[in-house]
């Protein structure tokens, strides 16, 4: 290998590198010569405008190189485009442990969740869900620093699983988030969920956003679906419940309600927008009465339920019953009669079909329950278009308070 080595590099003779000379120096005469004709017409002076114009072409290059690095990801970003570590470093502060006896049926049991610290008209105070709080004693608050104070309820309100705080401890205790508008949150956006899951404080964790406009079950909500909620893929667990969900840029877009039993990755948040629109009332008056009432019981259309009610539109939410009295009662709205199986499912047709409210397409009875939530308040009307004996025709209905959650 050596020699073989050696013969490579004596193949190289003088007459070659006596060539390779010859050509450089050439090559630089033409080079010398071409910037001399180019610089040969400048006028006296000109030296002085070169240097200024390297000077310029200097300066453009550093800020050229300071703009590449500030869009530039840093170590910690992500795949999704986040930086957890920043995230973290910037909200956990804010996020705390909330703790006290719950009063049951059966007996009483410690009950632990999350909560964050927001601000209100220059006071500060904690937001968490209504069922952590729920017919709990002597509740304490705990912030991450391992500092304890004793809390009280300022509001609720079961239909949002919303709950306001407060936290009798100093000024210097207090973190508060920024709570910014979940109107513009797209599905596969990244998100962060700070909480404390089976007590574990300050534990995160961080995915996407899966879908938007759920609607889940609550017991304590009575009947009613808590609408309009965010459903997310960061893994979430018992003790998350109440702690924020953060955008990218550690701002609060919902709060931590539930998740699916046995899931992997699956958890739901109500939304900022609701936090934003319930606040107010939940600290001055203690309750939230805007949510809008319809009465009426619904089911998602399909192609098999379409061709049993007459209709081709597979889309929109079947009317299964109305509340006698109820404001969908009031305007004429009806009902199905005849109980039917489908795909193992019961379902009651003959009734109306909803399709829009306000120019709104409804696709499915989520729909119908995000838009109540989002856009309807009680005392105003709804135009709600409806198929009925294949027919498409609208009706105006007046929006109702809702009665209470165990009523």
Known sequence: ??????????GISKSYWGFLVIAVVLSSLVTYSAVAITLTPAPTGSSQQLQSLVNALQAQNSQLRSQLASLSPGKNTTALGIDPVAIYSQDSVSVVTVEGVQVGVFGNSSILGSGFVTDFQGSHYVVTNYHVV???????????NGDAYLASVVGTDSYSDLAVIRVNAPSSEFH???????????????????????????????????????TISESLAGNFPIADVIQF?????????????????????????A???????????????????????????????????????????NYQLARLQGTN??????????????????????????TVTVQSSQYVVGGDVIIAVNGTKIINTDALSSYLQEFALPGQTGVFQIIRNGQVMTLNIVYGTRPSASG
């Open 134 to 144: 729920a017919n709990v004693t002597d509740m304490t608050v705990s912030f991450s």
């Open 259 to 301: 998740t699916v039993q046995s899931s992997q990755g699956l958890g739901f948040a109500i939304p900022s927008d609701t936090i934003l629109k319930e606040l107010p009332s939940l600290v001055t008056v203690g309750s939230y009465q805007g949510h809008a009432y319809v009465g009426v019981s619904t089911a998602d259309m």
């Open 233 to 257: 893929s960061a893994p979430i667990n018992p003790g998350n419940s109440g702690g924020p969900l953060l955008s990218g840029n550690g701002t609060v877009v919902g709060i931590t309600t």
């Open 313 to 338: 539109v597979t889309y929109g939410a079947l009317v299964e019953s109305v509340v006698a009295g109820g404001p969908a009662d009031k305007a004429g709205l009806k009902a199905g009669s005849n």
């Open 1 to 10: 290998m050596t020699k073989h080595g050696l013969k490579l590099r004596k």
């Open 176 to 214: 508060p988030l920024q709570i910014v508008s979940s109107s513009t949150l797209q599905v596969g956006q990244p998100v962060v969920a700070i909480g404390n899951p089976f007590g574990l404080s300050g534990s995160m964790t961080f995915g996407i956003i899966s879908q938007l406009g759920r």
